[in-house]
């Protein structure tokens, strides 16, 4: 029970009714207040205190207001001893609540095993909820080690229909490979390996993961059943394979052992899908961030900023028509020397078109000498979708890139079967489409780069979405799912606009205050 109540609270659960102080007409006035303090605790709480410590001090001060006397006249109360039991006993056939029978423990249980541990509820909790359950329907609580006797039975009942329904949504081909994974028979991706984290980025570790899911998707796991369970319950399980060796699981009987490893492939699978995509994510952010990194530090270390460009543009052009037909040495020379010229030439090649193009030169010789390896294996073994028609040009671009992954050929006539708008970024249009001959031609390499940068960007976002994956699952997976029944009392209730130019316009002008 908190232990802070305000008055409002204290007055709707802890006034005295007059048919509740009636009570009171054949106790002596010792035991008053311990008497309705527990009536209103269990009226609260469906339980009993057992002592007056469980009574929380600002509703014990206002019983005893009531009743106009001192709270201390509680520490004398004999809780455990006759008068207590014969209080509690009163109090129960005053409510109206029975002797708790079979039928109501049975009723119990099956609360327990149909509606409260697939939410992913605990025993604690299980036992917490027990109280309630029993004072909505009328019935006395069973005592401390009998409801707690009830609670694990009810558990372990849950747990072995859990593994029975796994177990049997199994093929005989499933179950066999499970049966050699755990026994490490070669040629099956074992027990330790699929455990294991992929360790350092590199294409050893990707083939690995790779392997891993592909194994696990030969088994054809019912995913949808798997979907329809509580994640909190799944991840119990999970854990719990985790951290058994592969002779201890062994040593389950089949229901179990089928039933608690196909859980565990299930939660691996979503997990090893987002470790790829993030490794994704994470390669394609790294070939960018050092193509930049290592260009700098080779322009920094030579490079200096040249002032009054303006004014030696002019010099330049006055010397240079005053003298057409001088050598550079002698006409240009002396009015921007030698240095002066490497450095803006320099400097140029550190800003604008010039930059942006040795960035993706470093770029494209990483790529191509190491990651081109590794990226592909990767998009291979996903599945990549999108609710959103915008994004659709990405996904037809990945498509291409798949159907053309045996071409040899570097350049490729651009025509209306490979997706350019809403793939190439404009500072990129012109290294990836060329001219050649009156002919536009699209660079094969520097195109796939495009699409990886296009297909990071929206994974962020999650404007593309991943089949079975779990961080990176489809979006609408995590609405109601009556949402679009009730489309506008969620919003409401999330203080929300359902017209997007006015929530638009309403960010606009928070964002502009807090600027001010």
Same mark, same amino acid.
């Not at 350092?200 to 019912?222: A, N, Q, Y």
């Not at 119990?236 to 039933?259: C, F, K, L, M, T």
């Not at 962020?460 to 994956?469: G, H, L, M, P, Q």
């Given at each position: ?11 709707? %659960? ?32 469906? +339980? ?50 029975? +002797? ?22 605990? *025993? ?11 004072? @909505? %329907?009328? $019935? ?47 040629? $099956? ?5 699929? =455990? ?15 392997? =891993? /899911? ?26 719990? $394979? ?7 699981? +062994? ?20 997990? *090893? ?7 994704? *994510?994470? *390669?394609? !952010? ?20 040249? %002032? ?20 550079? @040495? ?15 030439? =320099? ?22 000498? !190491?990651? +081109? ?8 073994? /996903? ?19 798949? !159907?053309? =992954? ?16 809403? #793939? ?37 976002? @999650?404007?593309?979405?991943? #089949? ?10 995590? /609405?109601? /799912? ?35």
């Amino acid at each position: 029970m908190k232990r802070i109540w305000d008055l409002d609270e204290l007055a709707e %659960h802890w006034s005295l009714k007059f048919e509740e102080t009636k009570l009171l007409k054949t106790k002596p006035a010792r035991n008053h207040l311990a008497f309705v303090a527990q009536l209103k605790y269990y009226q609260n709480t469906g +339980r009993f205190p057992l002592a007056s410590n469980d009574i929380p001090e600002t509703p014990l001060h206002y019983l005893a207001d009531q009743l106009e006397i001192t709270a201390d006249q509680i520490l004398e109360y004999d809780w455990l001893g006759r008068t207590g039991t014969r209080h509690r006993k009163e109090i129960l056939e005053f409510m109206g609540i029975r +002797r708790v029978s079979a039928a109501d423990k049975n009723a119990f249980s099956d609360w327990l095993i149909d509606n409260l541990y697939p939410h992913g509820a605990d *025993i604690d909790e299980a036992i917490e909820s027990a109280f309630e359950w029993f004072q @909505k %329907h009328q $019935v006395e609580c069973p005592a401390g080690k009998e409801l707690d006797r009830l609670v694990r039975s009810a558990y372990q009942q849950y747990e072995l229909n859990l593994y029975e329904h796994f177990a049997n949504c199994l093929s005989t081909e499933s179950k066999m490979l499970i049966d050699q994974s755990l026994d490490a028979v070669e040629g $099956v991706v074992n027990f330790s390996d699929i =455990k294991a984290d992929p360790g350092r980025v590199g294409l050893d570790s990707v083939l690995k993961e790779v392997k =891993k /899911l592909s194994f696990i998707r030969s088994l054809h796991l019912p995913v949808e059943t798997f979907a329809a369970f509580n994640a909190k319950v799944l991840q119990r399980y999970r854990q719990r $394979v985790n951290s058994e060796s592969a002779w201890e699981v +062994r040593q389950h009987p089949e229901i179990i052992r089928y039933g608690l490893y196909a859980i565990f492939l299930y939660c691996r699978q979503r997990e *090893i899908i987002d470790g790829l995509i993030e490794l994704f *994510i994470q *390669i394609v !952010h790294r070939l960018s961030v050092r193509a930049e990194r290592k260009l700098v530090k080779t322009l920094l270390s030579d490079f200096q900023k040249v %002032h009054g460009k303006t004014t030696l543009l002019f010099r330049i052009a006055e010397a240079a028509l005053d003298n057409p037909y001088g050598l550079v @040495k002698e006409v240009v020379y002396p009015v921007a020397g030698e240095d002066t010229l490497k450095s803006l030439l =320099k400097e140029y090649k550190s800003s604008g078109p010039a930059y942006q193009q040795q960035v993706h030169k470093i770029l494209r010789s990483s790529y191509s000498n !190491h990651y +081109r390896r590794m990226l592909p294996k990767i998009l291979e073994a /996903l599945t990549f979708c999108s609710n959103n028609t915008q994004h659709r040009p990405v996904l037809d671009a990945l498509d291409w890139l798949k !159907h053309n =992954k045996t071409s040899n050929q570097r350049y490729i006539k651009l025509d209306d079967t490979i997706p350019v708008d809403g #793939v190439i970024q404009p500072k990129w249009r012109d290294i990836v489409i060329e001219d050649n001959q009156g002919e536009k031609r699209i660079n094969r390499i520097n195109y796939e780069i495009c699409v990886l940068q296009a297909l990071r960007k929206r994974l962020r976002c @999650k404007e593309i979405w991943v #089949v079975d994956a779990d961080r990176y699952r489809n979006p609408d997976d995590d /609405l109601p /799912l009556d949402f679009d029944a009730n489309r506008e009392n969620y919003y409401q209730d999330l203080g929300q606009t359902t017209d997007a130019t006015a929530f638009v316009e309403q960010l606009r002008s928070e964002m502009s205050s807090a600027l001010e």
